[in-house]
């Protein structure tokens, strides 16, 4: 899976470096889409595993980073009174 974003990465890399337009076709745009999306259903499980599985560490850092905003906060309110 790995090498098929490192070719596509490269495929834009080399695509980007030409001196000319290249107008793409219906045809070609058809493909480019098609690859995107059958990349996305491929990772989409993956990606969907990773946030179940970190849920509880990210809601936690959330809380603790909101919580520290809050206390100081209080903190510098307390000090102009």
Same mark, same amino acid.
């Given at each position: 899976?790995? %090498?098929?974003?490192?070719?596509?990465?490269?495929?834009?890399?080399?695509? =980007?470096?030409?001196?000319? #337009?290249?107008?793409?076709? !219906? +045809? +070609?745009?058809?493909?480019? #889409?098609?690859?995107? $999306?059958?990349? $996305?259903?491929?990772?989409?499980?993956?990606? #969907?595993?990773?946030?179940?599985?970190?849920? $509880?560490?990210?809601?936690?850092?959330?809380? #603790?980073?909101?919580?520290?905003? !809050?206390? =100081? $906060?209080?903190? %510098?309110?307390?000090?102009?009174?």
């Amino acid at each position: 899976m790995q %090498r098929k974003w490192l070719f596509i990465a490269l495929l834009f890399c080399f695509a =980007a470096c030409k001196q000319e #337009d290249t107008q793409l076709n !219906r +045809d +070609d745009l058809t493909e480019i #889409d098609t690859l995107f $999306r059958n990349i $996305r259903v491929d990772l989409a499980p993956k990606m #969907d595993s990773l946030c179940l599985a970190n849920k $509880r560490q990210i809601y936690d850092q959330a809380f #603790d980073s909101i919580f520290q905003e !809050r206390m =100081a $906060r209080i903190n %510098r309110l307390k000090q102009l009174q």
